[in-house]
């Protein structure tokens, strides 16, 4: 297959056959520089050799009367997480502050939960405000579950610039992993948020034991539907939940999976958020030839890299942070711990 004849369809704007598609998933190890150089020229186009970084901040964890699969805060999960209610405003604030330091573009608030209580959008609106006054330099993102439409304009009134509801699988492969809401529930949140004008975030979740099938109806149900950014998380096999014993994917095939999510949505911010160090490990640095966009820090209930080595690592490939490209942290020459030469 000639890779770079399928950027050059992604960049006119067509998409790719179910053949091609397939294609990219089924391709050689041998064929992955030549795959992610293809891919980059896509990635180029759109974001350059930016890097947009996000913060997350679990704001209420826990607790949750939902039965995904995957989920350490599911009713379903044994999972030893930290359960606590909304965290106060002082606490989001400080999150907030932290997002900064760590370069971060985007501020991402994440309530456990079906859905938000008028009373808890109450709440996170408040709390929005306050985050906006002290850093009008983040982009605040909310994920609260399933959105009412009235819910989703007091949100955007705000001033909340994104609404993240992840589809996480295909239509076929969900009631594999969830059955206490359905897929059409999430569909129809993501709509509902963008009819309100709110930025659409929506992604997916890999390595739960889906087939090539799934990931490319997935893949083709967001070029549909749109979205402006799409999370690709890829699962950490949490222990206490159903999905604990998954056998992971390989670091080869995560990347198969981005590039095709990259050549179907050629403009949308494709981002490597949770299971990067767990799934891509030492391959880490190659997906961000394709994706333009990661979190920096922490996950919902598990620890991420260090920020330090995400900025090395970032400085180390030439690329420029969002919003921040000549910031000292990327200028200075100091190597992370864990690769720092040992001289007698
Ligand atoms: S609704 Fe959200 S918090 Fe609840 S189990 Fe599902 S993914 Fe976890």
Sequence with gaps: ?????????SLAG???????????????DDDLLPLVHAAFQVRQSSFGKRVKLNFLLNAKSGLCPEDCNYCSQSKISDAGIEK??????????????RAVETRAKRFCMVNSGRGPTDGEVDQISS????????????????????????????????????YNHNLNASEN?????????????????????????????????????????????????LRKMNVDSIPINFLIP?????????????????????????????KSEIRIAGGREVQLRWLQPLGLFVANSIFIGDYLTTQGQKPEADLSMIRDLGFEIEGSPDTPALQGRSQPEEFAVRLK
Aim: proline share 5%; with cysteine; aromatic share 8%.
């Design 1 to 9: 297959m000639d890779w770079m004849k399928l950027a050059e369809k």
């Design 14 to 28: 067509t998409a790719l056959t179910e053949a091609e598609a397939r294609s990219v998933l089924r391709s050689p």
């Design 84 to 97: 606590y209610p909304f965290l106060s405003e002082t606490e989001i604030l400080e999150a907030a502050g």
């Design 127 to 162: 709390a929005v405000r306050k985050v906006r006054q002290s850093y009008p330099q983040l982009e605040i993102c909310v994920c609260l579950g399933l959105l009412e439409s009235r819910q989703a304009k007091e949100l955007k009134d705000a001033g909340v610039h994104a």
């Design 173 to 221: 492969y969900y009631s594999s992993i969830c059955s206490t809401h359905a897929y059409q529930d999430r569909i129809d949140t993501v709509n509902v948020a963008r009819e309100q004008g709110l930025s659409s975030c929506s992604g997916c979740l890999f390595g739960m034991g889906e087939k090539e099938d799934d990931i490319i109806q997935l893949a083709y149900t």
């Design 238 to 266: 949490i222990e206490g939940t159903p999905l604990s014993a998954t056998p992971g994917l390989t670091p080869q095939t995560c990347l198969k999976i981005l590039c095709l999510f990259r050549f179907l949505n050629p």
